[in-house]
């Protein structure tokens, strides 16, 4: 059994900061990929950004520049650190692990439960 486990939502203004985090726990042999996705009311999951085994990054255009995703293997956690924070950012976050939880088995994709961003003043 695998759990991921997201903190650090919450309510900011624009133009605030705030560092997401996702801890995942459980049978774990290896983490592969690992992502960030978020669900603004009313519209479909968009990736924000995602993190390669090896530390490579994409981003979504719109967070490009304000966004920095990074991970702790040691701790097989990633990190979602917002910046410059503007209303639209405002959704639900959802982190995302692509893993085999043995030497044999098959990689699997996993989500956290989500956890709130609002950002308005």
């Known amino acids: 059994q695998v759990q991921l486990v997201e903190s650090g939502g ?3 203004q624009p133009g605030g900061s705030l560092r997401l985090s996702c ?3 459980g049978s774990i042999f290896r983490i ?6 978020r669900q603004a009311p009313g519209k479909q999951r968009e990736l924000v950004a995602t993190i390669g085994s090896l530390g490579t990054t994409n ?3 719109s967070v490009k520049g304000r966004f920095t ?3 702790d293997n040691a701790k097989n956690t990633v ?7 503007k209303p639209e950012d ?5 982190c995302n692990a692509n893993l085999q939880s043995s030497v ?8 956290g439960q989500g956890t709130q961003v609002t950002v308005s003043s």
């Not at 405002?90 to 959802?94: C, G, K, L, S």
């Open 10 to 12: 919450g309510l900011e």
């Open 23 to 25: 801890a995942a726990s």
């Open 32 to 37: 592969n990929g690992m992502a960030w996705y």
């Open 59 to 61: 981003y979504a255009d």
């Open 69 to 71: 995703i990074s991970r």
């Open 79 to 85: 990190y979602l650190q917002m910046s410059s924070l």
């Open 90 to 94: 405002t959704a639900v976050y959802y």
């Open 104 to 111: 044999i088995g098959p990689r699997m994709s996993y989500w």
